[in-house]
């Protein structure tokens, strides 16, 4: 049984480039969830989507934050313009969707912004 | 609105005892879930127990028990014997039925350090 995968594991990267992360779900899971965790601090959810429809974003995911999930399957996070603020843990779960309310959580990816 | 607090930032106990770990959460809606994870140095959250807002039984899995009691909105979990192994971050988290479907709130973790 594959858990859910994440990569790159670490990505570091200087202030005003572009990064993409990329996760991919547990087989079956229809529904796919991006975190963010900042050193000291539980994680804050960033969006989800519901097969390849993104049905909930935070405030936290400003414009330079795009998420997409193409054929309902991986998901890829994209931030534009990176900035120091966005150095921290990324992380991916998935779940089943109503019937099991679980979010299994991938390893993250580690970024920092210099 | 939903929050959960986990006021203790910072747990250090000896190997072999007992150590509980506090959750406190505040919703409005009606059913609700609730969830403690493990985050190990590795950094991957690892998923321990759910529990549904209308299931107040109290559940023991191994040296793992947790005490779930709505009538302070709290969701406290034990671990019994504890070993060096044990020592991680740990999250409670809670899950409404709201307009915020979807969405996990997280508490900011209690680091636990057992010394052998």
């Known amino acids: 049984d594959t858990g859910v995968s994440q990569d790159p594991r670490h990505k570091i990267t200087k202030r005003g480039q572009n990064v993409t992360f990329r996760c991919d779900p547990i087989s079956e899971h229809n529904r796919l969830y991006w975190y963010r965790q900042t050193l000291g601090q539980g994680p804050e959810f960033l969006t989800y989507f519901q097969n390849e429809a993104q049905l909930e974003k935070s405030r936290l995911l400003s414009d330079r934050f795009s998420a997409e999930r193409p054929k309902g399957s991986f998901s890829t996070l994209e931030i534009q313009r990176t900035e120091q603020g966005d150095s921290a843990m990324y992380l991916c779960?998935?779940?089943?969707?109503?019937?099991?309310?679980?979010?299994?959580f991938g390893p993250g990816t580690r970024l920092l912004v210099l | 609105a939903q929050k959960v607090t986990q006021a203790q930032t910072e747990i250090s106990v000896v190997e072999k005892e007992d150590v509980t770990l506090d959750c406190v959460y505040e919703?409005?809606?009606?059913?609700?879930?609730l969830f403690w994870y493990k985050q190990p140095p590795s950094g991957e959250l690892v998923f321990l127990i759910r529990r549904n807002s209308f299931d107040e039984q109290n559940e023991i899995s191994g040296r793992y028990s947790w005490n779930f009691q709505k009538s302070t909105s709290s969701f406290n979990f034990t671990i019994t014997a504890s070993q060096v192994v044990d020592s991680a971050v740990y999250f409670c988290?809670?899950?409404?039925?709201?307009?915020?479907?979807?969405?996990?709130?997280f508490g900011r973790g209690t680091q636990l350090t057992v010394w052998p």
């Open positions: 779960a998935s779940s089943l969707g109503w019937t099991e309310e679980t979010q299994y």
């Open positions: 919703t409005r809606d009606t059913t609700y879930y």
């Open positions: 988290a809670l899950r409404g039925r709201g307009s915020t479907l979807g969405r996990l709130y």
